[in-house]
Antibody, heavy 122, light 111 residues
């Protein structure tokens, strides 16, 4: 069974840093591209970061570029998101999500974790 | 860049059919596939439609997706509504500059 389990969320002051993690199981983690997606209170889903299986490609949303860093450790079946220079606008539930590529080359998210809540407040 | 616009909320009675729209602001809706994700309260999102109209295994055929070039929009239709369908629904597509674009989400109430 595919499982994605985020951890590391919590209360953090503005300007500080936090690292959230995603533990993957039930599939060959090293073969899959991954996303981080967040949902702020009262708002919709927002894509924030993508990392390829081999780490050769990484993309960020403009809202987090230069502040957040996505990484992975395929030996540990883990995905990470380093959140720096946090602001109250970064308060959200952060989800890791597995990307599935179809035979035609297109892709979509097929599994999501339950998310971890990051609250930025003084 | 483009945006995907969804109605903020829709409501319908159990057993009925509801359609949720997702309108692309610029560029053709047909130029990139559209996905639909369901998020029940307090739960992780799940995929209900991918590549415009395909259902992942386990998703009932009450869920269907389509695109309409004339209105430049995608639609998610849920027939035979059940109370467990009450959730937020998000459409998603792609852009060259922003790999993943989500709609603002639609709250479905089944009453």
């Amino acid at each position: 069974e595919v499982q994605l389990m985020e951890s590391g969320g919590g209360l953090v002051q503005p300007g500080r840093s936090l690292r959230v993690s995603c533990a993957a199981s039930g599939f060959t983690f090293s073969s899959y591209e991954m996303n981080w997606v967040r949902r702020a209170p009262g708002k919709g889903l927002e894509w924030i970061a993508y990392i390829s299986a081999s780490v050769r490609s990484i993309f960020y949303a403009e809202s987090v570029k230069g502040r957040f860093t996505v990484s992975r450790d395929n030996a540990k079946n883990s995905l990470y998101l380093q959140l720096n220079s946090l602001s109250v606008e970064d308060t959200a539930v952060y989800y890791c999500a597995r990307i599935r590529r179809s035979n035609n080359g297109y892709y979509h998210i097929d599994y999501w974790g339950r998310g971890t809540l990051v609250t930025v407040s003084s | 860049n483009f945006m995907l616009t969804q109605p903020h909320s829709v409501s319908e009675s159990p057993g009925k059919t509801v359609t949720i729209s997702c309108t692309r602001s610029s560029g053709s809706i047909a130029s990139n596939y559209v996905q639909w994700y369901q998020q029940r309260p307090g739960r992780a999102p799940t995929t209900v439609i991918y590549e415009d109209n395909l259902r992942p295994s386990g998703v009932p055929d009450r869920f269907s997706g389509s695109i309409d070039r004339s209105s430049n929009s995608a639609s998610l239709t849920i027939s035979g509504l059940r109370t467990e369908d009450e959730a937020d629904y998000y459409c998603q597509s792609y852009d060259t500059s922003i790999p993943w674009v989500f709609g603002g989400g639609t709250k479905l109430t089944v009453l």
